[in-house]
């Protein structure tokens, strides 16, 4: 017995998965950690990002807190005071984790895709 | 510029994941329906097993039908009434979902091991 002989309609099923990166005590990075990221380059604001990500600002500070305390430079830069009333903005260092972690997550795709498609096959090949 | 420049003490990280089956409109497997069986399994009896995992009786209901709707044969068989007040069995359908899940779950952690073996790797070549 293979689970393709238990599933109904076998074919139609699929892994789908999630990445993160850790570091030794806390999260350092992971899809919603990109999301958030680039919202602030978008909009130059944390708190804009997080309204847009339906997040508390506190949660969203936490989350650039824990990426600025894990990396030699910092992820975001914020500016206080000024006619725009601050902002925040993203370093080269962030968009260099962001590359890597989209890069790392396309090989993911591959290889969730590479164990649906043998499941399959070798429901298959019976 | 790597990742491994940007990370303060990048030997500490590592990639962790989850992964999931899903049927075409539903969730079918992952790490909590097989811990959700074998609790099934080893009190033979639902609302045990959900107490153990501190979730409701309904919500671990809607998982075994979420289950037992995407399969050929049902995955937990519940016995009403007698005098132990019915209970529940899991299948050797489920048995082979969960080894086969135990597997894949398996080569996902070689997988991300040698994810962050290769970001570690390049970071100490330069």
Known sequence: MHITDILKNPND???????WLYGKDDRFFGPGRVELLELIDQTGSINKAAKIMEMSYKKAW???NSMNSQ????MVITHTGGKAGGGAEITAE???????FKAL??????YLESETKNMIAFGNKK
């Open 13 to 19: 099923f699929k892994f789908i998965g999630k990445l």
């Open 71 to 74: 990396t030699n430079k910092p």
């Open 62 to 64: 936490e989350m650039v």
């Open 105 to 110: 997550h396309q090989r993911f795709q591959a």
């Open 94 to 100: 962030a968009r260099e984790v962001i590359t890597f």
